[in-house]
């Protein structure tokens, strides 16, 4: 600490990297049965955990990802992998938002990996990611989809926390999706934000003053009624946003002022998407309310 008390004078001379560094690791793999879904492989370490919430003799429905350190630093690696086989359905979720913390120099790098094989069933929900004032965050995700499976992924940021005051006025973001369909690249896409573009996040070209932004897809059957369904949905959320169709993916983009407006959004499309999508993991993870 500096005599101020303020951790600047500190940042110049140490480094995230000479600070001792969380880094873990998170993987199932899942496979269909005559009683459900069962997990055939999990791995994990700290401070990554999952969990399998359900009633006694009730086939597995729901992952719930934990991280035991409360909240991720700069220099901090994460790594989580999701494979769903042939008749698996699950829907994978955290037990909190995450929360990125102000860094020195190093960014927390947070790799996700998907895979969802023929007549499986994946959905990725977890909580928003909240990235404090001087966070700095890379996050990878990579999806490999096959033809027949189907697959409604999902991540959100949220800059800062709106009811204690925050402001995020600099830092680093940047937030990639790769998604292959049969090992064929179909969509990529980032969201990147430096030190130097915080100042003009106002813009309308920009956020236009939106703190709360995501991004989901949907890949499955019935694409173009889907697409059509998804968009008479948006239309009626209280937030901004709109649905496309990419490379054989539904893209929805949200943003919103304030985080509640984008998580009632949110679900409010999963209640209603969910019912068109019939049977399976795609609706509101029970987390999202406890």
């Known amino acids: ?12 001379s140490v480094s995230d990297k000479e600070l001792q560094r969380a880094g873990g690791t998170g993987r199932i793999v ?6 459900g879904t069962r997990v055939m492989d999990i791995f994990q370490r700290a401070p990554l955990r999952i969990m399998f919430p359900r009633t006694a003799g009730a086939a597995v429905e729901e992952a ?68 404090f004032n001087r966070g700095r965050l890379s996050r990878e995700m990579e999806i490999d989809v096959s033809s027949g499976a189907e697959l409604l992924a ?40 430096a030190d130097e573009t915080f100042p003009h996040l106002h813009r309308k070209a920009l956020l236009s003053n939106c703190k709360a ?21 948006v239309a009626s959320l209280e937030c901004h946003c709109a649905a496309t169709s990419v490379g054989g993916l539904i893209i929805v983009r949200f943003a919103a002022k304030v985080s509640s407006d984008l998580r009632r959004a949110l679900q409010s499309m999963l209640q209603q998407f969910s019912g068109e999508l019939g049977s399976g993991p795609f609706r509101v993870p029970k987390m999202w309310s406890c």
């Open 154 to 193: 999902l991540e959100w940021l949220v800059l800062g926390r709106a009811a204690l005051g925050e402001e995020v006025v600099g830092g680093h973001i940047s937030d990639s999706w790769r998604v292959k369909k049969d090992g064929r690249l179909v969509w990529a896409d980032t969201f990147r934000a």
């Open 1 to 12: 600490m500096s005599p101020s008390g303020s951790p600047e004078g500190h940042a110049g």
């Open 213 to 233: 932004v995501a991004t989901l897809i949907y890949f499955g059957p019935h694409l173009d009624a889907r697409l059509e369904f998804l968009r008479d949905i």
């Open 30 to 35: 899942l496979s269909g049965s005559e009683t």
């Open 64 to 131: 719930v990802l934990i991280n035991t350190a409360g909240g991720i630093a700069g220099g901090d690696r994460l790594q989580f992998d999701v494979t769903a086989r042939p008749n698996a359905s699950i829907a994978v979720t955290s037990q909190a938002a995450e929360k990125i913390y102000r860094a020195l120099n190093e960014p927390a790098r947070i790799a996700t990996l998907l895979k969802v094989c023929e007549a499986a069933k994946l959905a990725w929900l977890p909580q928003e990611t909240i990235v």
